[in-house]
């Protein structure tokens, strides 16, 4: 199955460069404008400059933000502000946060991974992607041949004998940092050859799931095939046949998804009263009518409701503009969905994001589940309240608060081959970009 192996990581020299909280980022795709601005100010060194730089209306081919990402990692690797160590290692990376009031940690690896085709079964996708991005991340991987942070994965160690080697790393971590959003990180180098064999040999029967990172491991597969067919070598041990992924165990308590709601604009012809008439031949509706007093109050209710009866039934939240109500949908038959996708595997069908895009979205408002992806009537929120606040300002039509998806339905879902719909998952906490970079070699 997943071949995994260490790796020489490049590393930031402190003593040159500075505090490691001034060098790193978020992941590129939820770096905002004005925190990419702030992130260039915080330092010089800072990693957004190779990750995420900054765009000119003045570039070119010859010079764009690719190039000048190349640039500066050869000068920062020249004049010390890198390091690479000198012998290979696995990097356990620990996350330790607060979900409500319950502290969690999660524990896993940073290694490389050899980059297998889709069908092979052993690297397993749940999720669509989008072609802009992956357009971006292969422009920057070309230009640098390097990875600046890593695809978040998931396997199943159930006996636990991964997880054992992993905690040996005890004392004072190598690296550590509080990002902004309250997260903890650690780092540890591990590069015992017995335990790194020991945990390489687990793998020997073990598929990897991407959890977060889907449009890096494609950029990786179509720069390894890029790379094999200038070379002629379609077998080799080249860098570009291996891929930086943090792996998780699938039974880690510290795993925690959130969901990503759904809020609807530019919906034509949208008649509220036929829409809830239509609903009603499906969905089971439980109505909570607020006036302003109570707005907030009640928006805490439709969420705590949910997440009470999410092991037990499909159920949404939803509001729609110049209502002074919020809906409880609860879908009445599975049969439903049953009939309506009998090409996919249950594990799909019983999502409750696949419910409301299939069902709701496509059938019922007619906004086609290939446009989906592209967000041209859809926009997807973490936070509930911001997006009720599309609603109440007037910028949308519905919104349509969920639940999040289970650990188990991302294994179950990749295991029989399938992708969920966009923005299924919202896995957090986010890794940070910079801690340990990764030279193709």
């Excluded at 989008?130 to 390097?146: E, I």
């Excluded at 009640?298 to 705590?304: A, G, I, R």
């Excluded at 906004?367 to 309240?385: C, D, F, P, S």
């Excluded at 949308?396 to 966009?422: L, S």
Aim: proline share 5%; with cysteine.
């Amino acid at each position: 199955m997943a071949k995994i192996v260490p790796f020489r990581g490049i590393m930031y020299n402190q003593a040159q460069a500075g505090a490691i909280a001034d060098l790193v980022c978020p992941p590129y795709d939820v770096i905002s404008p004005a925190e990419q601005q702030d992130l260039y100010r915080r330092s010089p060194n800072n990693v957004v400059r190779l990750e995420f730089g900054l765009a000119s209306p003045a570039d070119t081919e010859e010079d764009n933000r690719y190039t000048r990402a190349a640039a500066v990692m050869e000068d920062w690797s020249r004049s010390g502000v890198l390091r690479q160590d000198r012998d290979p290692a696995f990097y356990i990376y620990e996350l330790e946060y607060r979900d409500n009031e319950n502290k969690k940690r999660l524990r896993g690896f940073i290694c490389l991974v050899r980059i297998e085709e889709y069908a092979s079964g052993i690297v397993k996708p749940h999720e669509t992607t989008l072609s802009g991005p992956k357009t971006d991340r292969l422009n920057l991987l070309r230009a640098c041949k390097a990875s600046f942070s890593q695809i978040f994965s998931l396997f199943s160690d159930p006996d636990g004998k991964i997880a054992a080697v992993l905690a040996k790393a005890v004392g004072k971590p190598e690296m550590e940092v509080k990002h902004g959003d309250g997260v903890l990180h650690r780092v540890w180098s591990l590069t015992d050859r017995s335990d790194i064999e020991a945990v390489a040999g687990e793998f020997a029967d073990k598929p990897v799931f991407i959890a977060d990172g889907h449009h890096r491991y494609d950029t990786a597969l179509n720069y390894r095939n890029e790379r094999r067919k200038a070379t002629g070598s379609f077998s080799g041990e080249e860098g570009y046949n291996y891929a930086a992924m943090f792996l998780a165990r699938i039974e880690d308590p510290g795993l925690t998804i959130l969901p990503a709601h759904r809020v609807l604009f530019n919906l034509t012809g949208f008649d509220p009263q036929k829409f809830e008439n239509d609903l009603k031949m499906y969905f089971n509706i439980e109505r909570i009518d607020f006036d302003k007093r109570s707005e907030t109050k009640d928006l805490s209710t439709v969420m705590d409701t949910m997440a009470h009866r999410a092991g037990h039934a499909h159920i949404f939240g939803m509001r729609v503009r110049g209502e002074h109500s919020y809906y409880l949908l609860t879908l009445r038959n599975e049969a439903d969905m049953d009939a309506l996708l009998p090409a996919k595997s249950p594990a799909y069908r019983r999502l409750d994001v696949s419910i409301l895009h299939h069902l709701v979205i496509d059938r019922l408002l007619g906004i086609r589940m290939e446009t989906h992806k592209q967000g041209l009537n859809i926009e997807y929120v973490k936070e509930a309240v911001e997006a009720d606040r599309r609603v109440h300002d007037g910028a949308a039509e519905i919104v349509f608060f969920m639940n999040p998806t289970k650990v188990q339905e991302v294994k179950d879902v990749a295991a029989a081959g399938e992708r969920m719909p966009q923005k299924a998952t919202y896995f957090f906490p986010k890794l940070l970009t910079g801690l340990v970079m990764h030279k193709l070699e």
